[in-house]
DNA sequence: CTGAAAGCGCTTACAG
DNA sequence: CTGAAAGCGCTTACAG
């Protein structure tokens, strides 16, 4: 509760000024006297001073905060990959604020604000949703960077992921290639053009967009159970299903044994993301690998580097590759 | 990439003084003639004005960041505890910066200075490691509170949570009415107040230590798995499992199903924690629920609630509530 | 190697 | 209802 000690106490005390406080702080200690050196840091110590990032960062007119949005904190693989890039940042020594959109076009909008209000060295979005305002800031302060969907048509900004058009064009050849039929594709939410890529692909690759099932969901174990009661109740079927994630193929799989289903004989399943959850809880799960954790070092590495020149268009595409286990 | 507007900008453009500016962003709009609003709304919005953070917060000698520190962002129960927090908070105002002390004393305290820097409104912790640093910080600054696990003995700072001995005290209990036998307590890693709680209540109500086989574990389906594989190899019994959280069930429960164990028949297993995760994936695990969604507003009541006196012992003691489902 | 001074973007007590 | 001015905690070009 007491005040903090500022750069001018540990000067006071130490007998120099502020500068030469400044200075030890700011990693210019090779320009100083050892003998300098050695008070300043007894004082500091003394007076158990850290300096403050708002005035170092009001000064600098930069800060060291970084945003990251994401529709929904609750999701794994959207964790997981929070946890890489709050790592790798640190390494450079920025923070991360993290706030949920909730899949609120309104509330991202807002958020985006507030981390305009903070100066944030960087706004990482994860699943962003097309807004006029998103548009203007990337076009304002070009400090955004698209994390793992894509950002839509038009907007010029780095992107760090996969290529979902090419995974899901993977997986659409790989169900010709076992010649499954019946084919169903559960994708995400329209309003992200991540999800939309992965399912053109998909379509794109079994060739024939009339025969595709498409039903809209979000990224639930929950909605995934639920398209599946509905699916299998009403028209049961060998369907080849491709859900948009994992958490939508559990959900899928969990309806499938309350009906005993055999999975692939009686229903093929294949997933998306390969989260941190299916080593343990769905070993069979065949899924599209995305690689949560380059995701910190490709975004830490696109904040450090400045930018080129006035397009900015250094996307970091990483490598996804197909899981093929039981499922599918 | 261009500079932001300033309060500057804004007063030349609507002809006012910053004065006013200030006051129109900061809720003082009331004592400001309405066409005088008007023309600083306009200008702000047509500068695409943002106030400052870092000049307010400067200014104001208080920043709206909260930082929450966490021994690891991947463990389930951690990161619902950190979304109905983050939520909590921005409901009132703040952000949140995430952390992760990775278990890691040193790390712990490095995290500890960041937030000091980042002059934070408050400091969350979900397990403190005792350090000197932590206990310097609790009497200095006065702003941390600690959540989930009770900071260690004589520190004197809010807690927010349930209260584990009572819980760990009525698993012990439900043991002895149910007449279980060889109990085996894999307990959390002992670094940790609340961990060494839940462990001592247990003990207590089973009212015998000698005969509680005590392991040490860390919070990972991973540890759970071998210490099951270990137990049930070297000596094949009934135990009576109390895990430390579900997280360790999970991968107790997986070692007992590869060795064609019926759980509750041939081995009896209770959590922790009752995550988000249980619904779909543990519906049969008897476990300790621990309110996640309630973490959230109380912190953000205990922020909001200026300090009564010097002590601070304003802790908010959640309920639990014992799940029985079929595996104890 | 060191210091005096200006200024980053705000807010608010004071005066009118 | 409004403005001039001081000051929050830093950093750095400049001068010595």
Redesign the interface.
């Known amino acids: 509760?007491?005040?903090?000690p500022t750069i001018r106490d540990v000067a006071r005390l130490s007998g120099v000024s502020t500068a030469t406080v400044s200075r030890y702080f700011s990693g210019k200690a090779d320009a100083i006297a050892p003998r300098t050196i050695e008070s300043v840091r007894q004082a500091a110590k003394s007076l158990?001073y850290?300096?403050?990032?708002?005035?170092r960062?009001?000064r600098l007119?930069q800060?060291r905060?970084v945003v990251m949005l994401v529709p929904d904190?609750?999701n794994?693989f959207t964790?997981?990959i929070?946890?890489s890039v709050?790592?790798a940042l640190?390494g450079i020594g920025l923070?991360?604020?993290?706030?949920?959109t909730g899949e609120n076009a309104a509330q991202q909008d807002r958020l985006l604000?507030?981390a305009?209000?903070?100066?944030a060295r960087a706004i990482v979005l994860q699943g962003a949703i097309d807004t006029p305002r998103l548009r203007?800031l990337v076009a304002?302060?070009?400090?955004l960077i698209f994390a793992n969907r894509r950002p839509a048509q038009g907007i010029v900004a780095p992107y760090v992921g996969i290529d979902n058009f090419q995974a899901g064009l993977a997986v659409g050849r790989y169900f010709i290639e076992r010649g499954y039929e019946n084919w169903v594709a559960i994708h995400g939410p329209r309003h992200y053009f991540g999800s939309t890529a992965r399912l053109d692909g998909f379509v794109s690759g079994v060739g024939d967009a009339s025969r595709v099932l498409q039903l809209e969901s979000p990224y639930t174990?929950q909605a995934g159970y639920e398209h599946a009661c509905r699916l299998l109740d009403l028209e049961p079927k060998k369907y080849s299903v491709f859900c948009a994630n994992d958490m939508i193929a559990?959900?899928f799989y969990?309806a499938a044994m309350e009906r005993n289903l055999r999975v692939p004989d009686d229903l093929v399943i294949f997933g998306f993301d390969d989260n941190?959850?299916n080593e343990?809880?769905a070993p069979w799960l065949t899924t599209v690998k995305v690689p949560a954790l380059e995701f910190g070092p490709a975004i830490a590495k696109l904040i450090e580097t400045p930018?080129p020149g006035f397009e900015d268009g250094r996307s970091i595409i990483l490598p996804f590759e197909l899981k093929v286990r039981q499922s599918a």
């Open positions: 509760m007491t005040k903090p158990g850290t300096p403050s990032e708002i005035g960062s009001l007119a800060s905060v904190a609750t794994h964790a997981d929070a946890v709050e790592s640190k923070s991360m604020v993290l706030a949920n604000a507030d305009q209000g903070l100066r203007e304002k302060q070009g400090n174990m559990y959900g969990r941190r959850l343990w809880l930018k």
